[in-house]
């Protein structure tokens, strides 16, 4: 029995190795805490603070005070005009895009019943009807006046 690795020594033996290892790894952890704890010092605070503590969103107030974007209508600040949108008919399902913006993706935001498959106009599984002309949509992009009747 002597010569098993588990019955070598008495359990308390064991017992106070173990310890002892779990010792040695505590004071380790200490020993790393402490060395990466030397290089931050806390400076003590340069005196009291006379100024209220203010946010982040009050800043940002003070940051914009003189741009003379946001004087006078402040409902309309910093924007020039709104975009102008076009009202499309998908396959029965109404839904509205910006021109210039590709057909295939407004498509597929309205769940129309048309199908991509290659997506560069070749294969010809998303010609549809637009506005009465046989279109493959997947490389059409809206128009820049509407309305805009899409049919499969």
């Known amino acids: 029995r002597a010569s098993c690795w588990r019955h070598a020594g008495t359990r308390r033996q064991r017992k106070r190795k173990s ?25 003590p605070a340069a005196g009291p603070r006379v100024a209220a503590r203010e946010g982040i969103m009050d800043g940002f107030k003070k940051a914009f005070e003189n741009d003379p974007a946001f004087a ?23 839904a509205t895009a910006l021109p210039g913006q590709r057909l295939k ?21 998303c010609e549809s009807f637009v506005n009465g002309r046989k279109t493959r949509v997947c490389m059409a992009k809206v128009p820049q006046k509407g309305p805009v009747i899409i049919k499969k």
Do not use: H, W, Y
């Open 19 to 43: 310890q002892l290892t779990q010792n040695m790894r505590v004071t380790t952890v200490l020993a790393v805490v402490a060395s990466l704890a030397q290089g931050f010092v806390l400076a």
């Open 72 to 94: 006078g209508n402040k409902q309309s600040a910093g924007l020039s005009s709104q975009k102008q949108t076009i009202e499309l008919t998908i396959c029965g399902k109404k």
């Open 105 to 125: 993706d407004v498509i597929r935001a309205a769940r129309a019943p048309i199908a991509f498959n290659c997506e560069n106009g070749e294969c010809g599984t």
